[in-house]
């Protein structure tokens, strides 16, 4: 046979089997009307139908019903209704049992009759059960059901309603409901006409002319159920649409093959969990017509044909509806086939456009029947059976059947399918366009290739890709992959190991007990350490009673911890899965009270900042919970379980209630919820039922009702259903989250204990200490033309220009087209441009395009928009009615317009502009240089110009901060040889591509180099020549920060005798190794010193002197931070009376000790304060503090944008300073004390900050609770540690941390205790208080309160030792770097030692042998010293191999002492002759303070912020204990029944 005729046989093969699904005409509905035996229901807009009863009872779920309603909103009940406006505008569930085919607020009163009717009837004519049957038998093939009753209701060209005083609209709706049942099941069809539904929602009536429309409601509910007698809860329901756009799909998008016919098992006599949908899926097309096949009667009937089946292989699942249909093959499948899933119209898994899978078409109804708004009546023929399906008709020769495995239905009782993607196409309502040629026809295969222009592809649709993501086609469609070190859904993807925020909003109408409480937007943040787990929750503006009341409602916050669960081998955290878009509903019913709570929160993607940003509605009731009360919550485990597009969990969950009302009291309450979201399996992934568990193993909640906060923390971890957690010996650190990575790295684990730590994606370091990485200054950002890059925490983003914007790939950055808006006058013309746009008059009128005059008869013209810009500024409208010194004033010709040529009178910059009065890119020159010349057209931008343009538009005004290098371009646009720092003076030579050639740099005031000369090879660089250069090469363009000192050399390299800062104006004397000389430093504008004289001797110095010195010389350099305040001291060394900030121009008035007078504060220019007067301070809130004041000063010194190198002051959020301060990003950092001064001693490059104790304790709103002791009871051995305010007891168990029994001691308001001591003989604990500069103790009876034993001449007490034996206490204080001792009651207090001691800080005191430990982090000499307890024999133990000893202990089973380095992260021994060093742990994380019990090491840790186990024997971490409140944790000691051994 002939090739060509080959290919007509598979053609006409294919036409004779291929065509194509199109909707049911209203000729198809089943028979309806007055002369089908319909009752009619009256019309009225809120009308009931009589009850129809039921011949025999139907079920509905498991329950029989034997009557019915039908009502004129669109709904069918099993109870007389209520009145419409308790139901019509909510949404789903109602609390009434409901089918709904169109929930809407339809009204069908019309003078003339003309709004429509509905009809109704209960029938047993077979030929409406064969049609029931056969549907049925379509949508569910191995049901046995034989429907002995019909239930057929039809709304026929119904309206919605509307306000009388509007116009009525023409916008009808057709649609009909059929329930079908026989002895045990019921099913249910709704069925949609093409061109039925016209309207898609209704207003409601109470809508206060707010212009908002409620889309119908179209599903089941179950109702209220009664149960307990006298208790009722919602029951199950299922929801068909979610929005309006699935409402407008209902016609187009069927479960039964068919576009239009919807199918659902409703019922079961035995047992039935909720509504289960048909799995066909049907998608609307063009109706050909010839195709249609019809059987011979006068009653539309259902027409007889087989089903299509559907690979489920192949089936689109993400924006493509799926189609009936044959496989490429063109093989029709057998009746009966089923899809994988079931469609839902306007859901992800329901297309949006047409797909390669269509294969046949099938006309559902017989006749082409005229749509009129008179119903089609006809009689059913009393005896007409129909025949059922024949599963092998039309089956070709040869071709088997491939039967197809229905996918389980989703056990869900609240089912709401989540939205399309904002971008989906719209739905085509053609059908596809398939194209055949003879190099599609593979003649050995006998299989027809096809394509199709409808498929949706990455080429046409990547946009939906997050940027850190990878497109990938498959055979049905495309999918989103996260890119390697990145984790999500693919369009939305996050970086690997870096924590995570979540920021949103919460509202909605609480009751406690019968209070209703509305929540109004309030904020919810939360904050998730993803490396181990730990998901904070905070919800602020939370108002009495209800913060109270939500404290067991810890499912608001578990929402977060399932996201980013910290995941065990085979499982993955739900944010892999749901990306960032998703909604979860989640229902709580609390026992024994019942009272019922809805929560529904909504992803709605990632914010600018790479946020996630979720929204919370919650609704309902919540019991009472007395004021004051704690909330326990017991751990518990919960089974997700994972369908395509739904996630759903249900659970109990305990917990227990304190307070003093009622003492403790227990209760629990179940949670049900589901999640949706969107997912792709075009990959083939497998689509079975998957269930993981979650374990939450910590759940802390708290009420600040002072701060109306209510906090939820919790530790999750996700594993496969019955991975038994194990102890921590067992556990990769990974896993079991007690690893020492930083919170911004990634942990990975190796064969047993062993693991790597591995920065973020985004981040830089050693996995311990990570740096965010500024893709956008490393020029790796990935942003294109017309866009520039904005640095966020571990990644990007861009943002375009003005006058551009993204385009649809959401990518690149477009052209707006300005003139789309009209924005010039009416009688102009826009003429849109790259960036801009002009405004231009038209002919016979004048004026500047925006607006526009005729000339003739005018003897002026109105003002033109520069010149209306120019007599604006002059006059200082903007600006209080002053012109503002040095703005830019516009310059007009004498027609009103701009010229072409604007210069800036106080800068001298020149730039041409358009008509509108926009820059044009390229055109601006610096003082001394030939302006442009405007009226030449533009050429392409070169390198330089691009970089002097980038650096020259960073404000708007369009110039440069102040102080930043603007690189030199000559009339070509290429680098000038010669490049010189307009602000610092700095001149070099670069090379074509603008780069700096080495040596070639030369200092203010000396001849530039002659660039023309050819580079000559370098000296050797002296001391002074590196220091130099080391600062210039500090920025990407090789020029020092701004204010940046620079040391001065001479020609010889050495460092010149007199060194000035330049942009401070102090100078100073130095040695030949650059060191200051003491005592030469001198103020701006005062005659330097002569280096050349010896140094006098001076006298001592003052406080003030002290105080001004410190901040002189808090840097090597030898000069203060720009924009520091430096005290100013009389001539006898005392604080003037009056101070003045040099940077900022304030003035304030001090006492003697230079502390500042409240209210004596006056800003730049204003009278100041006459300090010999006292002044009345008026209450106002918290003044601006010092360090807050320091802050934004230099800020504002570096022009909003400090570099990374440059020191900006930390502040905590009280404005106090924070205790470590650091040059901007680098491992540059000190401590400082609560004036914001140097402490001595802790500066270091170390990686690893300080470890710098805070001095202020964190504010408190009084009144305060009386402090009082609450003991743990029946323990033998409790570890008591300190946090902050509090002193925590935490039992042990053998040597296992008893996390259960956990309790705090004593809460210490105001405090901040550091150094813990336990006397075992008279039962008391000893503590440091920094903040109060104290030492107390307190018995450890119940109620005992605290005892003061000092409280003078202490500034800084940190370890305390007791020495049960002789009865003496020993402390350290670190800020005069002493070792004191007293006895226990306070009294015989002496220094033991003050000298040779830099940051001393443990001490321990071995009671046996008489023997005192302590150790010093001096960072340029740490070391741990011992004497006697009468201060003699001091020596040092060990220097060597150590950085920060915080922590130091006594193994008293070998007589060694035992220390925790922060530094060096390890964990050793030595005796106390130094000798037998051994290293028991290597891999500490940041250990505080340390005790010793049973072969086991328990030490405080400032990164987990927690208790950790360290085994003597295994060396390995056996337990951890992480408080609920997260803080850091600092002295540590353990109090025992009786004393042990070596203590006494």
């Known amino acids: 046979m002939e090739r060509g005729e080959i290919l007509a046989v598979y053609l006409l093969c294919w036409c004779c089997s291929v065509c194509v699904v199109t909707a049911i005409q209203r000729a198809d509905m089943f028979p309806y009307g007055n002369l089908s035996g319909d009752a009619s229901l009256e019309v009225g807009d809120d009308v009931t139908s009589p009850v129809l009863s039921l011949p025999k009872p139907l079920y509905f779920y498991n329950d029989p019903v034997s009557q019915l309603y039908v009502a004129t909103n669109g709904i069918i009940s099993t109870q007389e209704l209520l009145m419409e406006k308790q139901y019509v505008d909510d949404g789903f569930p109602t609390d009434f049992p409901v089918v709904a085919p169109f929930l809407a607020d339809i009204d069908t009163s019309d003078e003339k009759g003309q709004r429509g009717q509905i009809y109704y009837r209960v029938t047993e004519i077979p030929s409406v059960l064969n049609k029931v049957a056969q549907e049925v038998h379509r949508g569910f093939p191995d049901a046995k059901f034989t429907p002995t009753h ?71 509910s179950r109702g209220e159920i009664v149960y307990m007698f006298f208790n009722r809860k919602q029951g199950p329901h299922y929801s068909v649409t979610s929005d309006e756009q699935s409402v407008k799909n209902l016609y187009q998008v069927g479960n039964t093959g068919i576009p239009g016919v919807w199918l659902f098992h409703t019922g079961n006599r035995y047992s039935f969990d909720n509504i289960v949908p048909a799995s066909t899926g049907g998608l609307l097309a063009t109706p050909p017509g010839e195709y249609g096949i019809s059987l011979d009667t006068t009653t539309p009937e259902y027409d007889e044909y087989p089903d299509n089946g559907f690979d489920h292989d192949n089936q689109e699942e993400e924006d493509d509806y799926p189609l009936t249909g044959g496989d490429p093959e063109f093989h029709p499948a057998p009746a009966g086939s089923d899809f994988s899933e079931s469609p839902q119209p306007g859901s992800p898994d329901t297309p949006s456009s047409p797909s390669e899978d269509s294969a046949r078409q099938v006309s559902y109804g017989s006749e082409d029947v005229p749509l009129t708004s008179e119903p089609r009546y006809s009689f059913e023929p009393a005896g007409r059976q129909y025949a059922p399906l024949n599963p092998q008709e039309n089956v070709p020769a040869g071709g088997a059947q491939q039967p197809q495995e229905q996918q389980p239905q989703v056990p869900l009782e609240v089912v709401d399918v989540y939205p399309p993607h904002r971008n989906e196409p719209p739905l085509s309502p053609g059908g596809h366009v398939v194209s055949v040629d003879e190099d599609d026809v593979d003649f050995e295969t006998g299989v027809i290739q096809y394509t199709t222009e409808n498929k949706e592809t990455c080429a046409r649709f990547q946009q939906q890709c997050s940027q850190n993501a990878f497109c990938s086609d498959y055979a049905t469609g495309f999918c989103c992959h996260c890119k390697p070190g990145f984790y999500g859904n693919g369009h939305h993807c996050l970086p690997e190991g870096a924590p995570q925020r979540v920021s949103g909003k919460m509202s909605g109408t609480l009751t406690v007990g019968s209070t209703p409480v509305d929540l109004n937007n309030i904020d919810l943040h939360a904050y998730i350490v993803v490396g181990d787990g730990r998901a904070y929750t905070a919800i602020s503006e939370v108002p009495e009673p209800l913060g109270w009341a939500l404290m067991p409602v810890a499912p608001i916050g578990e929402l977060f911890g399932w996201l980013f669960a910290l995941e065990l081998p085979n499982s993955q955290a739900g944010f892999k899965i749901t990306g ?62 994972y369908y395509p597009s739904v996630v759903t969990s249900t659970s109990v969950r305990e917990f227990s209630v304190v307070s003093a009302e009622r003492g ?50 919790i530790t999750n971890k996700i594993s496969p259903v019955g991975v038994e957690p194990v102890g921590p010996e067992l556990v990769n650190p990974c896993y079991a989250g007690n690893h020492d990575c930083d919170t911004t790295a990634q942990c990975i684990p190796l064969e047993g204990q062993a693991f790597n730590c591995q920065c973020a994606t985004g981040y830089r370091g050693d996995g311990r200490n990570c740096y965010d990485i500024d893709e956008c200054a490393e020029g790796l950002g990935t942003c294109g033309a017309h866009s520039q890059c904005v640095n966020l925490p571990g990644s990007h983003r861009c943002q375009c220009q003005s006058g551009y914007e993204f385009g649809f790939d959401g990518r690149t950055c477009v052209d707006v087209d300005e003139c789309s808006s009209s924005p010039c006058h009416i009688n102009a013309r826009c003429i849109n441009g790259l960036g801009s746009f002009q405004c231009q008059c038209q002919l016979g009128f004048y004026g500047d395009g925006f607006y526009c005059f005729q000339q ?63 820059e044009r890119a390229g055109t601006r020159t610096p003082p001394g240089t030939a302006p442009t010349d405007c009226d030449r057209p533009e050429r392409p931008k070169t390198p330089c110009e691009h970089h002097r343009d980038s650096i020259q538009t960073t404000s708007p005004e369009g110039y440069p901060i102040i102080g930043a290098y603007v690189p030199q371009c000559d009339a070509n646009g290429q680098y000038s040889p010669l490049q010189c720092h307009g602000s610092i003076g700095h001149c070099w030579c670069v090379d074509s591509s603008g780069q700096e050639r080495p040596g070639t740099r030369t200092l203010p005031g000396t001849t530039p180099k002659d660039c023309d000369k050819p580079d000559e090879p370098e000296h050797f660089k002296t001391q002074c020549e590196h220091h130099r250069d080391s600062i210039q090469t500090t920025s990407p363009e090789g020029h020092p920060g701004v204010g940046v000192y620079v040391p001065q050399c001479d020609a010889s390299g050495q460092y010149t005798p007199l060194q000035c800062h330049g942009s401070s104006g102090y100078c100073w004397c130095v040695d030949k190794s650059g060191q200051e000389r003491e005592g030469t430093r001198t103020f701006p504008g005062t005659p330097p010193k002569d280096c050349d004289k010896p140094d006098e001797p001076q006298r001592p110095k003052t406080q ?203 809460t210490l308001h105001g405090s901040i205790v550091v150094g813990l001591s336990y006397d075992c003989k008279e039962n008391q604990v ?97 070391k741990i010293e011992s004497s006697s307890v009468d201060g003699q024999n001091r020596r040092v133990v060990v220097s060597d191999g150590i950085g920060l000893p915080n922590a130091l202990t006594y193994d008293s089973s070998s007589g060694q002492i035992c220390w925790a380095d922060a530094g060096t992260k390890r964990l050793e021994c030595i005796f106390p002759d130094g000798s037998g060093r051994k290293v028991i742990h290597a891999t500490l994380n940041y250990p505080f303070s340390m005790v010793y019990y049973r072969n086991h090491f328990y030490y405080t840790d400032w990164r987990r912020d927690g208790v950790i186990a360290v085994s003597k024997d295994s060396s390995q971490f056996t337990d951890e204990y992480l408080p609920d409140q997260r803080s850091h944790l600092y002295g540590i000691a353990i109090a025992t029944s009786h004393c042990l051994s070596g203590s006494h």
């Not at 600018?608 to 919370?616: A, Q």
């Not at 002044?1175 to 909003?1200: D, F, K, N």
């Not at 402390?1371 to 040779?1396: C, K, Q």
């Open 150 to 220: 019909a239930v057929v209701a039809t709304w026929e060209n119904v309206a919605a309603y509307e306000e009388r005083t509007t116009g009525r609209s023409n916008k009808v709706n057709t649609f009909q409901a059929v329930i079908g049942y026989d002895e045990t099941d019921s099913y249910v069809l709704f069925l949609y006409p093409q061109d039925g539904l016209n309207f898609f929602g209704t207003r409601p009536k109470e809508s206060y002319n707010v212009e908002i429309e409620l889309p119908a409601r179209v599903g089941f």
């Open 580 to 641: 960032a878009e998703f909604t979860r509903r989640a229902e709580v019913i609390f026992y024994p009270s019942n009272q019922r709570l809805s929560i529904i929160q909504t992803g709605r993607g990632l914010d600018e900042h790479n946020h996630l940003t979720v929204d919370t509605e919650v609704n309902g009731n919540v019991p009472f919970i007395p004021p004051g009360a704690e909330v326990t919550m017991d751990p518990f485990k919960e089974t997700y379980q």
């Open 664 to 713: 403790s009291e227990s209760f629990s309450f179940q949670l049900k919820q589901n999640i949706t979201y969107r997912d792709c399996r075009h990959d083939n992934r497998a689509a079975a039922v998957e269930t993981l568990q979650i374990t939450m193993e910590r759940a802390f909640v708290v009420y600040v009702k002072e701060e109306r906060i209510l906090r939820y923390a």
């Open 856 to 918: 003739e008869g005018q003897t002026s013209r109105p003002k033109s928009q520069c010149e209306q810009h120019r007599d604006s500024l002059q006059s200082g409208v903007e600006h209080g009615g002053r012109p503002s010194l040095g703005a830019f004033i516009p310059q007009c010709d004498s027609d009103g317009r701009y010229r072409p040529l604007q210069c800036h009178g106080s800068t001298g910059h020149c730039w041409c502009v358009d008509r509108r009065g926009q």
């Open 1104 to 1306: 003030c002197e002290h105080h001004r010195d410190n901040i002189l010389n808090s840097s090597p350099d030898g000069y203060p931070v720009v924009g520091v305040f430096v005290p100013q001291c009389d001539a006898d060394g005392q604080y003037m009376s009056q101070q003045c900030h040099g940077s900022t121009g304030q003035c304030w008035c001090v006492d003697r000790r230079g502390q500042e007078r409240a209210g004596t504060r006056t800003p730049a220019g204003v009278a100041r304060v006459d300090c010999d007067r006292p002044v009345p301070v008026a209450p106002t809130q918290r003044p601006e503090s010092v360090c807050e004041r320091w802050r934004a000063s230099l800020i504002e010194h570096y022009g909003g944008k400090p570099e990374p190198q440059q020191y900006v002051p930390q502040c905590e959020p009280d404005g106090q300073f924070s205790p470590v301060q650091c040059y901007g990003e680098t491992t540059y950092c000190w401590c400082v004390d609560q004036d914001g001064r140097e402490v001595p001693g802790t500066r270091s490059h170390d990686v690893v900050k300080p470890a710098c104790l805070p001095s202020v304790a964190p504010p408190t709103v009084r009144p305060l609770p009386r402090p009082d002791v609450t003991p743990p009871t029946n323990t033998d051995v409790t570890l008591l540690y300190a946090q902050g305010q509090k002193i925590g007891a935490l039992p042990l168990n053998g040597t296992r941390l008893d996390a259960s029994r956990s309790k705090t001691l004593l």
């Open 1326 to 1422: 000893y503590w440091t208080d920094l903040s109060a500069r104290t030492i107390n103790r307190a018995s450890m009876e119940s109620g005992a309160e605290p005892e003061i034993l000092i409280n003078t001449n202490l500034v800084s007490p940190e370890g305390l030792a007791v020495d049960v034996k002789r009865r003496l206490m020993f402390w350290v204080d670190s800020n005069p770097d002493v070792i004191e001792t007293a006895n226990l009651d306070g009294s015989g207090r002496r220094t033991l030692f003050d000298a040779d001691l830099v940051n001393p800080r443990a001490i321990i005191v071995v009671s046996s042998t008489g023997t005192l430990y302590w150790t010093d982090w001096n960072r340029e000499a740490p």
